[in-house]
């Protein structure tokens, strides 16, 4: 099974600063196969990235994924307020063995 | 507009079993997989196995396996996650969320179904 680690545990930022979440494999992900959430509050999570890098429907440009192979990265450009929340990476290429990372928290500083 | 619409909140004894629905629309329901994703207070996403509503394949995450059963219901379009031999450790929102075929991220979630397991 594929294990997931992400990094920084939590990051405190203010809003308008840049982020940047990372998200490491155990062993080589297909770049296809790496995705992004976003999860707030009492909320289900939401899709932000697929593909590593392609935007799902409705997510703002500022959100950007990269990376291959076991390093991929998440990006915010300018945080909202609204940005403040858990963000996941997930690979879904290695059946059954769909994982999750532990997280990352970004919130205001 | 697609929609997972799930069941309500369960409280269940140690030793029980759960069942949660997952009722979908807005969408051709053999169309898409299912995954279940559970997630304990304050904890992160667990995920837990997959349903092909079209021919009701299934495949589980090894820790599970033995206790969950995924089933579906194509005359409802609705999912079912059952869980047997609760214990504590159990307690957890448990979503229900679409995967794609040929793009397999979850991109709609239900709202989520508490199930909390005390004696």
């Known amino acids: 099974e594929i294990v997931l680690t992400q990094s920084p545990g939590t990051l405190s930022l203010s809003p308008g600063e840049r982020a940047t979440l990372s998200c490491r494999a155990s062993?080589?992900?297909?770049?296809?196969?790496l995705a992004w959430y976003q999860q707030k509050p009492g909320q289900a999570p939401r899709l932000l990235i697929y593909?590593?890098?392609s935007r799902a429907t409705g997510i703002p440009d500022r959100f950007s994924g990269s990376g291959s192979g076991t390093d991929f990265t998440l990006t915010i450009s300018r945080l909202e307020p609204e940005d403040f929340a858990v963000y996941y990476c997930?690979?879904?290429?290695?059946?059954?063995?769909?994982?999750f990372g532990p997280g990352t928290k970004v919130d205001i500083k | 507009q697609v929609q997972l619409v799930q069941s309500g909140a369960e409280v269940k004894k140690p030793g029980a079993s759960v069942k949660v629905s997952c009722k979908a629309s807005?969408?051709?329901?053999?169309?898409?997989?299912m995954h279940w994703v559970r997630q304990a207070p304050g904890q992160g996403l667990e995920w837990m196995g997959i349903?092909?509503?079209?021919?009701?394949?299934?495949s589980y995450a090894q820790k599970l396996q033995g206790r969950v059963t995924m089933t579906r219901d194509t005359s409802t379009n609705t999912v079912y996650m059952e869980l047997s031999s609760l214990r504590s450790e159990d307690t957890a929102v448990y979503y229900c969320?679409?995967?794609?075929?040929?793009?397999?991220?979850?991109?709609?979630w239900g709202q989520g179904t508490l199930v909390t397991v005390s004696s």
């Open positions: 969320a679409r995967g794609g075929y040929i793009n397999p991220s979850l991109d709609y």
């Open positions: 807005g969408y051709t329901f053999t169309s898409y997989y």
């Open positions: 349903i092909n509503p079209s021919g009701g394949s299934t």
């Open positions: 062993q080589s992900v297909s770049s296809s196969y």
């Open positions: 593909g590593a890098s």
């Open positions: 997930q690979q879904y290429g290695s059946s059954p063995g769909f994982t």
